[in-house]
Every structure is written in C-alpha cells, then in structure tokens.
C-alpha cells in the first residue's frame, strides 16, 4: 500500500508559519519523489512545492518562493514544507503526493498523475 498522511496545518493570521508534515505509510520514502499540492475553495488543486528522494533538488511555484521551503528527513520517513509569511492567498487544503519526478518540468505533470494521496491538512491564513 502507497499512502502518505498530512499534518500540522492550522489557523495562523498573516504573516505567520506553520509547518506541515507528510509522512509515508507501507513504504519507504527514501527513492521517492514527493510534490506539495494545495486547494483553495472552488479552485483547481495546484502544485506548490517538490523535493527529489535524496533531497537535492527542490522546486518552487513562484507565489511562494522565498518564503516556503521543502525538506525531507528520509530517517523519519517523513516530508516537511516549512511555510514563513503567509498570506490569506495561501489558504487551502494542502496534499502531498508522489510518483512523478521532482525536475525541471515538474510543473507540467497534473495532480491526476500523482499517487498516495492522503485526507489533506487545513490551512487558513485569516485575521
């Protein structure tokens, strides 16, 4: 079974952080590919952010350059997308996912491409 299971999302007012986790159940997250993924309310679910297995190579949608950042832990099996300055426009439900690689067409491979998705974590940037 290929699953991954999101956390740590919450209610933060602009210009707060949250970091949210995506950890592997069934296997192995080490050789994978994992890519960041969020929905707003009555939008299309967009790619956000990918890291590569070993971790050197990561990839960024432009909205948040600068102040989101992807890292893995492949000892805890787990995935992290450290978000700074956030901003209501980030609001949504946040997905990770892999099967595709994390290069540079990242951004071309659709979310119907991807596997292992879990129930999503909330995010609400509000004052």
């Known amino acids: 079974q290929l699953q991954l299971v999101e956390s740590g999302g919450g209610l933060v007012q602009p210009g707060g952080s949250l970091r949210l986790s995506c950890a592997a159940s069934?296997?192995?997250?080490?050789?994978?590919?994992i890519s960041w993924f969020r929905q707003a309310p009555g939008k299309e679910r967009e790619g956000v952010s990918c890291?590569?297995?070993?971790?050197?190579?990561?990839n960024y949608a432009d909205s948040v350059k600068g102040r989101f950042t992807i890292s893995r832990d492949n000892a805890k099996n787990t995935v992290y997308l450290q978000m700074n300055g956030l901003k209501p426009e980030d609001t949504g439900v946040y997905y990770c996912?892999?099967?595709?690689?994390?290069?540079?067409?990242?951004?071309?491979?659709?979310?119907?491409?991807?596997?292992?998705w879990g129930q999503g974590t909330q995010v609400t940037v509000s004052s």
């Open positions: 996912a892999t099967g595709r690689p994390c290069g540079i067409n990242w951004h071309i491979f659709p979310p119907g491409e991807y596997d292992g």
């Open positions: 069934g296997f192995t997250l080490d050789y994978w590919s």
């Open positions: 890291i590569s297995g070993s971790g050197g190579t990561t």
